[in-house]
């Protein structure tokens, strides 16, 4: 999506459902903000919910939208689970350990511009579905009070064990 713009999303989904309609069998949104986008083009035609649209980044919105069905899945990345792999590396790298650095890496990346593998710590992201809306919840990343904000809302919540 253009810049990864919401409204430049919607505009250009808008334009594609005009284009292909009843067509579309699912969208793989880049992020819960573009996910959002185009839930909000299916919802005005009535499509909410038929079709599966994803996200990312397990946002307050991509959680009710998870929740209530309108979006079927948004990956969650643990911030302190991020936070804490990062700070161990830099704490290696400032000792000048960069053996006790490496031997954290759980695999390799590329490096397009020196056309060579880096090691690096690679963390598995997590498929957020209603029944484990709550893990993100209980992680700290977010608050029920955030996220059961409608009856709708609150009825998916406790369904979900989201509290």
Known sequence: MPEWDNTKAKTLFEQIFTNYGSKIDGVAS?????????VSVLKANNLAGKVPV??????DEGLQRVLLGTQCVTVYKSIKLEAGKAAALAIALVKGDTAGADSQASGT????Q???????????PVGIYPDNVKDVIADGYTTAAKICTTSAL??????NGVS
């Open 30 to 38: 880049a992020n819960d903000g573009l996910g959002g986008s185009v």
């Open 54 to 59: 994803t996200g990312q980044d397990a946002t």
């Open 109 to 112: 990346t590329d490096d397009t």
């Open 114 to 124: 020196l056309k060579t593998q880096v090691k690096s710590v690679l963390l598995t």
């Open 154 to 159: 609150e009825t998916a919540c406790q369904k």
